[in-house]
């Protein structure tokens, strides 16, 4: 007890595995309770039963044993893993299971095997069962065969593999053991239940007394076939189908169709083994075959005989038998013999099949000639025979060899061949008789019905009737148009008797079925036995039964043909006829005067037909009658040119308006060639003749007119006809033109005396050139050099054209025909161009004793032999299919030792396949396939070479050929690594190009699964590249079906190998595309159409309304639009007609309570979980069947289609019914949101932006209905389109995150909120980063409650991400915690819990930076420019690394959207008309600044209409497009839309976007449209800025003056815009920022100098400066220049020149506040210098290099308070702790300070004694400057630099005196630096007129300065004073030069003439002196009334300076 007591504590799987049997036994009653309670297939449970099954059945203790076998029953049948466990399972079971006595253990053993077939693993269990056959033990092979046959009882056929069973039966009926043979009899008789007498063949040799009781068995069994009634767990459909029909009683009608089809599908052939015959012949046996005695050659045949009669014959090399039988049936005398040879050869095709397609060829030529025999069994055997070969090969294939014959002078073999192809007939189906093989055997067959031999007749007669019977009457029709009616009818007759091959099996129901459904039988039961009724046949075939089929049952196909079919048959009338038909429609006037002799008379005779003719209606015109009253005499004799302009004029109404058949063309076509050249009526011949070319069909009429223009001798008739003949080729297209017909005149013309005819005949061949292409060419190779040059000239303008789409002649004919004409052309291509070219037949010189040759021991003899045929291929040129011997010859060297041979041979195929041309295509079999095999070659080169001739054989042949039968497959089955891995390489190539494969490519896949495993590197890489062009063609499904045989180990591998092959795999190319001979170009304009709407629904971010919805209907149009340009498009819209009918109706279907329903069964488990890393084909599936009560059966076939094309359309469909089905949709919901997710993990980025732009729509729509989604709906999408935020691409990004934003609309954020913190787990960093800053989103436009579960636990997972190493990331992290922060403050501390030292010191570092763009809440409102990046990488640094710029932008405007988010969406909410396609899109730059190319020309828009009209001054760039109102009718997105495009990567782009923008700007009445934008315009702006300063500056590859083109324009538009106080004034503070960002570093970028005019270029950045500080809201400027001044100190990166700059623009603006006071908000600047004195403390400001920063901020100070006084400290109320504050401890300093000054006298005193000392520290300086400049100037080397230094010395220090340094020089050294300081001056003010003395000018030296202003900028009056005028001087100088007036915008220079014209020195001199008089007068006024204590000093100095200097200048102009 106590052991027991141990083992019962231990847990379920270690009892299971215990030495004790009790143990064991206890074990798996535990387990199997434990497997009944577990409700979930892939609960964890499971995994740990996995390795314990097998010991579960094979329990050496029986009892247990028996509880072990319940247990895994079970647990195979509840366990998702258990299908791991069949083979080790099953094998147990076979072993330990089925040799136990106990019925019940093999009972359970055998449910067990079942089970595992039910959870699809039939194939293993099989392979057990099989195996078990083999055991020693009878009883396990009895209960094996048992269990096999119950598996297929209740599984059946399809399920369970016969072949391997019925092969092993005829064994098990030789045991010794009775129960084996008894079990082995009844698993005979039910395979026989369902295969029928295809099981007779494989049984046929078992003892006759079995066979016997077989038979009894088997005629007992009941006719009907028998039903699967145990179903796999893929198939629950068909079971629920069954349990129905069960229910209701069985319906077996369906059933019966379903079983017939299946017994049908398994073929006899294919169950029996191959027998080898080859090793079995006769040893002497080629001996006796040419012996003398016919007895002895008749021993060897009937040894062969004997040896085909074989059903299956095993494949191999049967070259030489089957040339031995050729040989008796061509050559032998005795007919017995020649019989027999037949039937060996008929038992040769037949054991072969397929395999013997190879040697088709050979014989079919041989055996029709043998025709000739009249004995009745020889003809019959011969039959037999030549019936047998054609089913191994293809008519293609032999159509050559049968032509041949059909002219042949013998009766009989034309009548066998006839026969023959009657026979064959039946054996094709529409699509594999296609228009290109029936046309030549028809004009054949219609020679032959004239025949004089009746038999002959008869036999034409049946094969005509066969085709029309297998095509459609209508398919045969056009070549049957000279047949008359009697024939016609026998041709019908005989149509009715035919019965075609396969119409017995499954074709009766069809039958029944289709002869309702349409009015003529014939075609419809040609396509019976293929898809039962024409309704069914697949849409994929479009260009096959279904196109062909339909159309009879259309009554608007006939009558369209009606009019063909009456020109056909309309006989001549006779003269008199014609006169009274005429007189009944004409006047009689008319009539009598036609022929009079006065020409006015038969001029309005004329007259009176025209009108006739005009009124007449078509059915009552009598058109013959009409022409042969027009070639009445006079007729086209006519000499008078009115009359006869007006009868040409006339024929071609009549073609136009009347039934116009060729014998009526035929009276007048004669008088317009004779007319074609004359100079007045030649236009009138040429349109009646394009009229009759309508009428009659071009092709007809073109080789009438050319052959009678030729009978002439009038050459410029000859010209002109061909000249015609050109222009109506291109308008009417080039289908059906007789080439060689024309080819012949064309030759002629050629060779003609005159030059305009040889003229003409070039200019057609050029036109021919651009349908027919190269091979064109081939037909002149023999002309003169000179012309031959001519014609390539011509054909070189040709090149690289497409042929013009044609716009006649298509009217005529009725859809189907075009169609019909264009799969033609598809299907012959080049070919049929090929056929015209004349070919020699070189069968004769292939001589016997050549091919002796080339199969010579000695290899120089070999050489000889390939020598000789290369001279005489290449002296053919080109040359027909028969080649007698030869193939067989060369196919023999293929393999020979030498390898020179072999490639010598391998050129002399791609010689003959050149010459040969299509028609090589017979020589796939014996030829082509070996140049394969020498693939496996071990020299580089011979491969190499082989690849090459594949490659030409390929280009005549085309694929299908290649890829027929086994071939292939038997090649890559070859364990040959280089074979492998060039044929693997050469399909992927060839695979992705077609649109059809045959089936037998499926054979190829086992061996490129060995491939897959092959131990050769290379081979396994080709394999692995081929496999998704396999799965492209032959489906996922197959390929894993066909990875199911493979061994565990290998299927995993292969498995997960096809699953990414799938991700990667192509869609197959368009079938509707044409071939490119055919019409290249006419599929390009059908594709820009249908992809133009989703282009323009891309841009779209934020869909708060359904704006694509217009644009989705008028994409609509686009379709159909698209398919009228591609004739090869026709058919298929044809075919789909009726489809269109079905979809016309609601496509979302609205079943009740179907959603809960659904939520309860996955609550259950009933169903699986909508959970899944990447979907599983059981979710499709189950999603399928779902799906299909709530959508149509169409569109759920495109739904789940494999083609991404489809998803597309259908999702439009989904678009467009949208809206008013919006209930239905929420009615299924659940299962559209599930498919979209499945369209998630598609790689097919269209497909993706289609489903992204659907959901926006529905999100939208759902909104508006107040619904809210459901935990089940959100659960099943939400965490899949979360994935998708992390995509690559930007578009997808943007478009997801639009969805995510409405999410919160239609579900709880909360809720969002989880499931976002889920995708932050990504290890995907975009996914992060992109679900962190939503996250911050969410935060803030919902508070902190949003975070789940709670605050705390949320923000330490966000904070988690601070650390990340990714920077977007972090900074995204960063952005989400200082959201909760302005959400709860400093709380948020606590909640994110303990980071490390260096991410909370990055933390703090962004709330302290936001905290000044962040405004206290009770300032909100009054500041909301305010909202700024909030990130220490916002602020722009100069870095030599270029790559980190973008990244900071990124993460600067990312933070900048995220704060601004919430404002957006509330202005969305105020504001819903604004449409927001065209706003700045940050992302686009941000991820394309460097890339132009992927930004699309601007598109130019008239703004005319949008704003008044104004006279625009001619300017150099372009003008504005007029397409501008076609696009946009807004005017604010008409901006926003060239807004966007300044900061365009395109250089052009940007500048024509700023040129549109200046033509608003430069007029006063059109300026105000711009209000509201500006902001977004500068933002553009400096955006554009950084994108030079970045990328541009940096490319060497751009031009320079583009660049300098580009800066001017943004700085003239910057000009214009500050010249306009009102627009400059709503500019927020945080562009202001980025603009003087923008433009300081634009100065002190040191390459602007290295650009041609770069000085000027800085003294326009300048000048604007100065305006942005003026005209800008002040402030919000002086804000901006704080806030940029802390930045630039903060950064050490930057250039100290940088905030020395800043500063100066701050000094600036102090000098003016005196004027601006009154306008500035003080408590925003107080705000802004709190914040500077918080990151800068007194302390800190001192320690720094530079004390100018201290005493900036100090001097602004001092200027407030003395301007405010105390009530300066009334403008704190911004500052949240003033009492910390620093700045209101220096402000009550300042204040009281100045209230202790004595006045104003004091206050002015000491500004003196401050200038005094400053003087003196000057003037201690001034003597060594001076001194050293002075020398340079002495000095040769160095005179001009130190005449420049002085000059700019005495700029900057105006008052200094130079006279003690001049007092001791020499005159003439006076007046040569005097003279030297003028020519500077005057240089520089004629070069810079537009530079302002007042501006920013940087000197990239360390003396950079501000005019006006003193190096130290000290609060100094008099330095004030010396400003203002300078300043005023400035505008006085502007006002001179017309660049300021009262309006100035208004006569600014337009941005191309930036640069200003050099004035002359004189004129400048003299308007400085009267500029600075006036300045001075105008300084004085204005003192006069200022009132500012500082402004009112003495400027006594200063003026005084100004005059010493204006009278120094008058002395030196003296």
């Known amino acids: 007890m106590g052991d027991d007591s141990e083992w019962m504590k231990l847990p379920t799987d270690q009892k299971c595995e215990h030495k004790i049997w009790k143990a064991r036994l206890n074990g798996y009653e535990e387990a199997l309770k434990l497997f009944q309670k577990i409700e979930d297939e892939k609960s964890s449970e499971w995994g740990k039963y996995l390795g314990l099954v097998k010991k579960f059945v094979t329990d050496s203790n029986a009892v247990a044993q028996l509880k072990g076998l319940e247990a895994a029953l079970v647990f195979i049948e509840n366990a998702h893993v258990a299908g791991k466990t069949t083979g080790e399972v099953v094998s147990g079971v076979v072993g330990k299971v089925f040799n136990q006595p106990k019925a019940q253990a093999k009972e359970l053993g055998s449910d067990i095997c079942l089970m595992y077939i039910e959870i699809e693993k039939a194939e293993v269990v099989q392979d057990e069962l099989i195996k078990g056959l083999d055991n020693k033990n009878p009883k396990i092979v009895v209960t094996c065969i048992e269990t096999l046959r119950k598996a297929l009882c209740e599984f059946g056929s399809k399920i369970i593999t016969l072949k391997p069973v019925v092969k092993v039966l005829p064994k098990l009926f030789e045991s010794r053991e009775k129960a084996v043979r008894d079990e082995a009899k009844l698993l005979a008789v039910e395979i026989y239940r369902w295969i029928r007498d295809a099981l007779r063949a494989p049984l046929q040799n078992i003892n006759s007394v079995q066979l016997k009781e077989l038979e009894e068995e088997w005629v007992k069994l009941p006719t009907a076939a028998p039903k699967q009634t145990r179903f796999l767990r893929s198939q629950q459909d068909l079971k629920a189908k069954f349990e129905q029909q069960q229910a209701a009683g069985g319906d077996e009608a369906d059933g019966d169709d379903d079983d017939e089809a299946e017994v049908a599908q398994v073929d006899p052939y294919e169950l029996l083994e191959a027998v080898e015959i080859l090793s079995k012949l006769p040893k002497d046996f080629y001996e006796k075959i040419e012996a003398k005695k016919w007895q002895e050659r008749k021993e060897a045949l009937e040894a062969v005989e004997a040896l085909t009669k074989n059903p299956k014959l095993e494949n191999g090399d049967y070259g030489d038998l089957v040339r031995a039988l050729k040989k008796v049936i061509g050559k032998d005398a005795n007919v017995m013999l020649v019989a027999m040879a037949a039937k060996c050869l008929a038992g040769l095709a037949a054991g072969l099949r397929k395999k013997f397609g190879t040697y088709a060829g050979l014989v079919v030529p041989t055996i029709l000639e043998k025709f000739k025999e009249k004995k009745p069994q020889v003809v019959q055997a011969l039959q037999e025979a030549i019936d047998a070969v054609f089913l191994t090969t293809t008519l293609q294939n032999i159509s050559e060899d049968v032509l041949s014959v059909m002219d042949n002078k013998n009766p009989s073999i034309k009548q066998q061949a006839s026969l023959f192809l009657a026979r064959s007939f039946r054996h094709c189906t529409p699509s594999t008789l296609p228009k290109s093989v029936l046309k030549p055997f028809c004009a054949a067959f219609l020679k032959q019905v004239n025949d004089s031999a009746p038999e002959v007749r008869d036999a034409a007669f049946e094969a005509l009737g066969t085709a029309m019977k297998v095509v459609g009457e209508k398919a045969v029709n056009p070549f049957l148009t000279d047949v008359d009616k009697l024939k016609l009818d026998k041709i019908k007759e005989c149509a009715d008797k035919v019965e075609l091959a396969g119409k017995k099996g499954g074709g009766g129901g069809g039958e029944k079925k289709a002869k309702p459904a349409a009015k003529a039988p014939p075609p419809v039961e040609a396509l019976a036995k293929q898809s ?1023 040129a549109q923008i200046d033509e608003v700007l430069r007029q006063a009445d059109k300026a105000e449209a711009m209000s509201g934008h500006i902001d977004q315009f500068l933002i553009a702006t400096f955006m554009q800025l950084r994108l030079i300063y970045n990328t541009h500056m940096a490319d060497d590859r751009l031009d320079k003056k583009d660049i300098f083109k580009l800066y001017s324009c943004i700085i003239g538009n910057m000009l214009s815009l500050f010249s306009m106080e009102s627009l400059a004034r709503e500019a927020s503070m945080g562009v202001l920022k980025d603009l003087m960002h923008g433009l300081i570093t634009l100065m002190l970028d040191s390459r602007v100098e290295d650009i041609e005019d770069g000085q000027q270029l800085i003294r326009s950045v300048n000048l604007l400066v100065v305006r942005v500080l003026e005209k800008s809201d002040q402030t919000n400027i002086l804000s901006a220049l704080l806030v940029l001044l802390q930045d630039s100190l903060i950064s050490t990166a930057g250039s100290p020149m940088f905030s020395e700059l800043v500063m100066k623009c701050l000094w600036r603006m102090i000098r003016f506040l005196p004027q601006t006071i009154n306008s500035i908000n003080l408590d925003r600047i107080l705000l802004d210098v709190h914040n500077f004195m918080k990151v800068f403390p007194k302390d800190k400001l001192k320690q720094l290099k530079s004390d100018v920063p201290h005493r900036t901020l100090k001097t602004l100070l001092h200027t407030l308070c003395r301007l405010t006084g105390a009530k300066i400290l009334d403008h704190m109320s911004m500052i949240e702790n003033r009492n910390e504050s620093e700045l209101e401890a220096h402000l009550r300093r300042v204040v009281k300070h100045s209230a202790n000054l004595s006045g104003i006298k004091s206050d002015k005193s000491s500004e003196k004694g401050t200038l005094r000392s400053d003087d003196k520290v000057i003037k201690a300086k001034v003597s060594d400057i001076l001194s050293e400049i002075f020398k340079k100037i002495g000095s040769k080397e160095n005179t001009k630099e130190g005449l420049t230094e002085l000059y700019e010395y005495k700029q900057k220090y105006s008052d200094a005196d130079l006279e003690p340094f001049l007092r001791n020089t020499s005159q003439f050294f006076q007046s040569y630096v005097e003279r030297g300081l003028r020519m500077i001056e005057s240089e520089r003010e004629g070069k810079g007129r537009i530079q302002p003395s007042t501006g920013v000018i940087p000197q990239h030296s360390t003396d950079s300065y501000l005019p006006g202003s003193s190096t130290v900028p000290v609060s100094n009056n008099g330095e004030d004073m010396n400003a203002a005028a300078y300043y005023e001087r400035l505008k006085i100088l502007r006002k001179r030069r017309g660049l300021e007036n009262s309006t100035p915008e208004e006569d600014r220079p337009p941005l191309s003439s930036l640069r200003p014209s050099v004035a002359s020195s004189t004129d400048m001199l003299h308007s400085k002196l009267s500029q600075l008089k006036e300045s001075r007068e105008h300084f004085q006024q204005e003192q006069s009334h200022s009132h500012s204590p500082t402004r009112s000093s003495s400027p006594a100095s200063n003026l005084d300076d100004l005059k010493k200097r204006l009278e120094r200048i008058k002395s030196n102009r003296q």
């Open 532 to 1554: 039962g009724a024409p309704k069914k046949a697949p849409p994929a075939k479009a260009a096959g039964p279904p196109k062909k089929g339909k159309p009879a049952s259309a009554p608007s196909a006939k009558s369209k043909k009606a009019p063909d079919t009456k020109e056909i048959v309309e006989t001549e009338l006779s003269p008199e006829v014609c006169e009274e038909k005429a007189a009944a429609v004409l006047p009689a006037t008319c009539m009598q005067l036609l022929d009079s002799a006065n020409w006015k008379e038969r001029l309005a005779s004329m007259e009176e037909f025209q009108r006739a003719v005009e009124q007449m209606d078509k059915s009552e015109m009598p058109c013959q009658a009409l022409v042969k009253m027009l070639a009445k005499k006079p007729g086209w004799k006519e000499t008078n040119f009115q009359v006869m302009q007006m009868k040409l004029h006339i024929v071609g109404l009549i073609a136009q308006k009347g039934s116009f058949s060729k014998t009526s063309a035929l009276v007048v076509l004669d008088g317009l060639v004779d007319k074609i050249g004359d100079v007045k009526c030649g236009s009138n011949a040429k349109e009646a003749l394009t009229a009759i070319g309508e009428a009659c069909c071009l092709p007809w009429t073109a080789e009438q007119v050319v052959s009678m223009a030729f009978a002439q001798k009038n050459p410029k008739n000859q010209a002109e006809t061909l000249n015609w003949l050109a222009n109506a080729m291109k308008e009417f297209g080039f289908a059906g033109i007789n080439v060689k017909a024309f080819i012949n005149n064309v030759k002629t013309a050629l060779a003609a005396t005159n030059p305009a005819v040889r003229t003409s005949a070039i200019t057609l061949l050029g036109v021919m050139y651009l349908y027919m292409g190269a091979p064109l060419r081939m037909f002149f190779e023999d002309e003169k050099p000179a012309l031959l040059s001519q014609i390539d000239a011509e054909f070189e303008k040709m090149q690289g054209q497409s042929p013009p789409a044609p716009i006649r002649g298509t009217k005529r004919a009725a859809p189907d025909e075009e169609g019909d004409a264009a799969e033609e052309e598809v299907d012959s291509g080049a070919g049929d161009i090929m056929d015209l070219l004349p070919r020699t037949d070189i069968s004769d010189k292939i001589t016997s004793d050549m091919v002796s040759k080339i199969s010579d021991k000695n290899w120089k003899i070999r050489k000889e032999g390939l020598d000789e045929v290369a001279t005489v291929i290449s002296e053919a040129k080109f040359i027909q299919a028969s080649i007698g011997e030869l193939p067989m010859a060369l196919k023999g060297r293929l393999s020979d030792s030498n390898k020179l041979l072999v490639q010598q041979t391998l050129n002399i195929l791609q010689q003959i396949a050149t010459a040969m041309g299509p028609s090589l295509k017979q020589h796939v079999k014996n030829l082509g396939i070996p140049v394969v095999t020498v693939l496996g070659d071990s020299k580089p080169n011979v491969r190499a070479a082989a690849l090459s001739t594949l490659n030409t054989w390929v280009e005549q042949t085309g694929m299908k050929e290649w890829l027929e039968g086994e071939d292939l497959s038997e090649e890559l089955k070859k364990e040959n690594p280089f074979l492998r891995q060039e044929l693997l390489g050469w399909l992927a190539e060839k695979l992705p190009t077609l649109r059809t494969v045959p089936a037998d490519l499926m054979l190829c896949v086992p061996h490129l699964y060995t491939c897959l495993e092959d131990r050769s590197g290379d081979v396994r890489k080709k394999a692995q590249d081929a496999l998704p062009f396999f799965m492209m063609h032959l489906g996922y499904e197959k390929m894993i079906k066909a990875a199911g045989k493979l061994k565990p180990a290998s299927k995993d591998q292969v498995v997960g190998m096809l699953e990414k092959a799938r991700a990667v795999m192509p869609a197959k190319p368009e079938v509707h595309v044409k071939a490119a001979a055919s019409k290249p170009a006419s599929s390009a304009p059908a594709a820009k159409p249908a992809s133009a709407p989703a282009r323009n629904q891309s841009p779209c971010e934020d869909f708060s309304e359904p704006e694509p919805k217009p644009d989705t209907k008028k994409a609509k149009p686009a379709g159909p639009a698209a398919k009228k340009g591609v004739v090869g498009k026709k058919p298929p819209v044809k075919a789909g007609a009726k489809d269109e009918e079905d979809r016309s109706g609601p496509i979302f279907i609205l079943v009740p309570n179907s959603k809960e329903q659904r939520i309860k069964e996955e609550k259950t488990l009933k169903i699986l979980k909508w959970n899944f890393i990447t979907p599983r084909d059981e979710y499709v599936e189950q999603l399928k069947t779902q799906m299909s009560t709530c959508l149509p059966k169409w569109l759920q076939d495109e739904l789940f289609h494999f083609d991404f094309q489809r998803h597309v359309k259908a999702i439009g469909a989904m678009i467009e019914h949208m809206e008013p089905e919006c209930e239905a949709v929420i009615g299924c919901l659940d299962l559209i949101l599930k498919w979209f997710t499945l369209r998630f993990f598609d790689t097919n980025t269209s497909v993706l932006m289609k489903a992204l732009e659907f959901l926006k729509l529905l999100f939208t729509m759902l909104s508006r209905k107040n619904y809210q989604l459901n935990d089940y709906e959100a659960s099943s999408f939400i965490p899949y389109l979360i994935l998708k935020v992390g995509e690559s691409k930007d578009g997808v990004r943007k478009d997801v995150r639009a969805i995510l934003t409405m999410l919160c609309k239609v579900y709880a954020a909360s809720k969002v909120f989880p499931l976002l913190m889920e995708g932050t787990k990504s290890k995907n960093s975009k996914q992060r980063s992109e679900c962190l800053e939503e996250l911050g989103c969410l935060i803030e436009n919902f508070g902190m409650n949003v975070c789940q579960p709670t605050p705390a636990k949320a923000l330490k997972d966000i904070a988690v991400h601070i650390g990340d190493r990714d920077t977007t990331v972090r900074n995204a992290a960063l952005n989400t915690v200082l959201a909760a922060y302005n959400a709860c403050g400093d709380q948020v501390f606590k909640l994110i819990g303990n980071l490390s030292e260096k991410e909370m010191s990055m933390l703090e570092e962004r709330i302290k930076r936001s905290a000044k763009k962040t405004p206290a809440a009770s300032a909100k409102q009054e500041r909301p420019q305010r909202e700024l990046p909030a990130n220490p990488s916002a602020t722009f640094l100069r870095k030599p690394a270029q790559e980190e710029v973008p990244n900071k932008l990124k993460i600067m405007y990312r933070t900048y959207r995220i704060q601004a988010r919430a404002q957006n969406a509330h202005l969305e909410q105020s504001t819903p008309s604004i449409p927001k396609e065209f706003q700045l899109d940050l992302d686009v730059f941000e991820n394309n600044h460097t890339c132009a190319s992927d930004i699309p020309d601007l598109v130019q828009h008239k703004l005319d209409e949008v704003l008044e009209p104004v006279m625009i001054p001619e300017r150099k760039i372009r003008s504005v497009s007029p397409h501008f109102d076609d696009i946009h009718n807004s005017t604010a997105s008409t901006i926003n839309f060239v807004i966007s495009q300044v900061a365009s990567g395109d250089i052009n782009t940007s500048i024509q976007a700023l």
